[in-house]
């Protein structure tokens, strides 16, 4: 049995992705979790950007088309870019931890 899809909600706007999207996806906020590590409110900018990710996402989609795709997805991303922070700092190559705690910094602000 494969799993075809995964229900994501960005910012209260349900998605579906196709896996490859959506380990893309973790990937992507588990880096922006980390570099927003010492900002005061990282959760305003998490949100913002799950809110990019899904109208970017949803304006790529064709009009019969249920699940975002990972080729839909790399430009959407690109397009949004990565976060950037005061200091310079980059992005530090995402543990598997990192992206589950990206997830659940998400599922909290959803479910509290």
């Known amino acids: ?56 996402c949803t304006g790529r989609m064709g009009p019969d088309q249920a699940i975002v795709t990972l080729a839909q997805l790399e430009p959407a991303l690109a397009e949004i870019g990565a976060v950037q922070v005061p200091n310079g700092a980059t992005a530090p190559e995402p543990s598997p931890r990192d992206a589950g705690r990206a997830l659940m910094i998400v599922l909290k602000s959803l479910f509290g």
């Not at 349900?14 to 922006?32: G, H, K, V």
């Not at 570099?35 to 950007?49: K, V, W």
């Open 1 to 56: 049995m494969k799993r075809i899809s995964v229900t994501v909600s960005l910012n209260r706007t349900m998605l579906q992705f196709d896996e490859a999207a959506y380990a893309r996806l973790e990937q992507y906020l588990a880096e922006s979790a980390s570099l927003l590590e010492g900002d005061p409110d990282p959760q305003e900018i998490l949100n913002d950007l799950e809110q990019a990710v899904a109208d970017q």
